[in-house]
């Protein structure tokens, strides 16, 4: 029997697609994901979000999903980009709207490419973030720390993951987080 790797992804979106719902996308995303070799084990609940950063436009809709997968890292961040490209994502302006944004947040316990790479990456300026995008794919996520529209909905799959560097779980990390951000992240 093959030996699967648990990775949490996080799904958002806030333009329609089609005149479809984000909701919607989001719901076709996960079941476009689905595949013998990506097994769903738990999808959070979606969420409201503040669009961020604030004014930049609509609200987002929010969620993370638990898999168990046979893909590698990059594969299945491949996978990830082919399903945003099948709902009309299109990288134009980063941080910009969008019908949907598939980020892969955690996988296992892996830090990629490296520890020295993610420290620079996760203390990263916020005025450099805008502009700054890695060469290569940053695990874990290297903001994930950061953002309660990331940690809530990882809290709902998956709240006892143990962030590797930082050695903290995912609840640990939401509960340091401003109060009024983790509330901002409304349950629809």
């Known amino acids: 029997m093959e ?26 995303a996960v079941r476009r994901l689905s595949c013998p070799e990506v097994m769903i084990r738990a999808v959070s609940r979606f969420y409201a979000t503040p669009c961020f950063p604030p004014g930049a436009g609509p609200d987002y809709v929010n969620a993370a999903v638990l898999v168990a997968t046979l893909l590698s890292p990059a594969a299945l961040l491949q996978r990830l980009h082919e399903i945003e490209a099948v709902y009309g994502r299109e990288r134009v302006q980063r941080w910009g709207m969008r019908t949907l944004d598939l980020d892969l947040l955690t996988w296992e316990d892996a ?20 502009g700054a995008v890695p060469d290569g794919l940053v695990l874990p996520h290297p903001r994930l720390q950061d953002r309660a529209f990331a940690l809530v909905p990882l809290c709902d799959v998956l709240p006892d993951w143990t962030h590797p560097v930082l050695n903290r779980s ?4 939401c509960d340091a987080l401003p109060r009024d951000q983790v509330d901002s992240v409304r349950p629809l």
Request: glycine share 6%; hydrophobic share 40%.
């Open 111 to 130: 830090v990629l490419p490296d520890r020295k790479t993610h420290e620079v990456w996760r203390d990263l300026p916020p005025a450099e973030q805008v």
């Open 170 to 173: 995912a609840r640990a990390l």
């Open 3 to 28: 030996s699967r790797s648990r990775a949490v992804i996080a799904l958002g979106g806030n333009l329609p697609f089609q005149d479809a719902l984000t909701t919607t996308s989001l719901i076709g």
